[in-house]
């Protein structure tokens, strides 16, 4: 006879799903049993759109998502990515087998990329390493299913619910954002940075190649919306949404002020870390969490530093660009 304890939890049901006002779900999808990392959400009108997939390995528990809120994958006409990392777009593919007919909103860059991932797989595994192969490979998807996103580009979801495209590259060429005018609320993608639910703190996201003026642009853009909620991919809802977007362009920009000013004194990007978190007090914050987490603590930092350390050397050409790699 199984013991009590493990009897107990077995009888536990996994929850993904958290309604978030009359028509948007948010869908946790806890990669690797990771809780409030990858978000998923739901807007649900007379059509039903889905904004971002997250990566294969967590189709089966969006799927799950879908069920508990009694969404039938035959009404599903839409899937919105932010962008096509890994993160946010590698289960596209295998999610739109399960969605009949779905089609897929992605970046007029990322069309032929979703179309034929074996390049995008490639590099990310070149990039990512033992994390693309933990999120797992991205899958086809059919030429026919995919809508070019176009900036300013309405998708009507019924009952006044809308979706508008917003171009907002920075963190990727090929970035979208969407705007919700109902509940007043972003969806940023990457645009808005990483939100640390446990803190309440922003980590900024910046891998190569990442373009830090059009990031800054990109922020203001979704500023004068004045938005009053964002809906992070990482991860969830959160109020004050204009003053946590100019707090962010405060950190990215205080991220840009140390690196440069430590490539220029030949420091190389532990080094350059190592002030961060001297300076960043959102940083400091979330040190531990991030050497204990499954996902960050694989070198996700260091990604982000030499992405601001190849955006300097690119642009400025700064003498130190032996020191990017080390």
């Given at each position: 006879?199984?013991?009590?304890?493990?009897?107990?939890?077995?009888?536990?049901?996994?929850?993904?799903s958290?309604?978030?006002?009359?028509?948007?779900?948010?869908?946790?999808?806890?990669?690797?049993?990771?809780?409030?990392?990858?978000?998923?959400?739901?807007?649900?009108?007379?059509?039903?759109?889905?904004?971002?997939?997250?990566?294969?390995?967590?189709v089966?528990?969006?799927l799950?998502?879908?069920?508990?809120?009694?969404?039938?994958?035959s009404?599903?006409d839409y899937?919105?990515?932010?962008?096509?990392?890994i993160?946010h777009?590698?289960?596209?593919?295998t999610?739109?087998?399960?969605?009949?007919?779905?089609?897929?909103i992605?970046?007029a860059?990322?069309?032929p990329?979703?179309v034929?991932?074996?390049?995008?797989?490639?590099?990310?595994?070149?990039?990512?390493g033992?994390?693309?192969?933990?999120y797992?490979?991205?899958?086809p998807?059919?030429?026919?299913?995919?809508?070019?996103?176009?900036?300013?580009?309405?998708?009507?979801?019924g009952?006044?619910?809308?979706?508008?495209?917003?171009?907002?590259?920075?963190?990727?060429?090929?970035?979208l954002?969407?705007y919700?005018?109902?509940?007043?609320?972003?969806?940023?993608?990457?645009?808005?940075?990483?939100?640390a639910?446990?803190?309440?703190?922003?980590?900024?996201?910046?891998?190569?190649?990442?373009h830090?003026?059009?990031?800054?642009?990109?922020?203001?853009?979704?500023?004068k919306?004045?938005?009053?909620?964002?809906?992070?991919?990482?991860f969830g809802?959160?109020?004050?949404?204009v003053?946590?977007?100019?707090?962010y362009?405060?950190?990215?920009?205080?991220?840009?002020?140390?690196?440069?000013?430590?490539?220029?004194?030949?420091?190389?990007?532990k080094a350059?870390?190592?002030r961060?978190?001297?300076?960043?007090?959102?940083?400091?914050l979330?040190?531990?969490?991030?050497?204990?987490h499954?996902?960050?603590?694989?070198?996700?930092?260091?990604?982000?530093?030499?992405?601001?350390?190849?955006?300097?050397?690119?642009?400025?050409g700064?003498?130190?660009?032996?020191?990017?790699?080390?």
């Open positions: 006879m199984a013991p009590l304890a493990e009897t107990r939890r077995s009888l536990v049901k996994t929850v993904y958290t309604k978030l006002n009359d028509f948007l779900y948010l869908l946790d999808l806890k990669p690797f049993g990771i809780e409030a990392f990858i978000s998923s959400y739901v807007l649900v009108g007379d059509r039903v759109a889905i904004v971002e997939t997250g990566p294969t390995t967590c089966e528990n969006l799950h998502g879908l069920s508990e809120i009694r969404v039938d994958v009404d599903v899937v919105a990515v932010s962008h096509i990392h993160d777009a590698g289960g596209a593919g999610l739109l087998r399960h969605l009949p007919k779905a089609k897929l992605v970046h860059k990322g069309v990329h979703v034929r991932p074996e390049t995008l797989w490639k590099q990310t595994k070149l990039v990512l033992e994390i693309a192969d933990m797992g490979e991205f899958q998807v059919p030429e026919e299913r995919v809508i070019t996103a176009k900036d300013e580009m309405i998708v009507d979801l009952k006044g619910i809308e979706l508008e495209v917003l171009e907002t590259p920075g963190h990727a060429s090929h970035e954002s969407f919700n005018k109902n509940s007043k609320g972003i969806f940023p993608g990457d645009t808005a940075g990483i939100y639910k446990k803190f309440d703190v922003v980590m900024p996201t910046a891998p190569a190649p990442f830090l003026e059009m990031a800054l642009a990109s922020i203001q853009r979704l500023i919306l004045k938005p009053e909620k964002l809906y992070y991919s990482h809802q959160v109020d004050e949404a003053r946590r977007l100019e707090a362009i405060d950190q990215l920009r205080l991220w840009a002020k140390i690196v440069r000013e430590e490539m220029e004194r030949g420091k190389d990007a350059i870390y190592q961060i978190l001297k300076e960043d007090a959102c940083m400091r979330m040190a531990e969490f991030i050497q204990n499954i996902i960050l603590k694989r070198g996700v930092i260091m990604q982000n530093i030499h992405g601001f350390m190849e955006y300097f050397e690119r642009s400025f700064t003498e130190s660009s032996s020191k990017i790699h080390t």
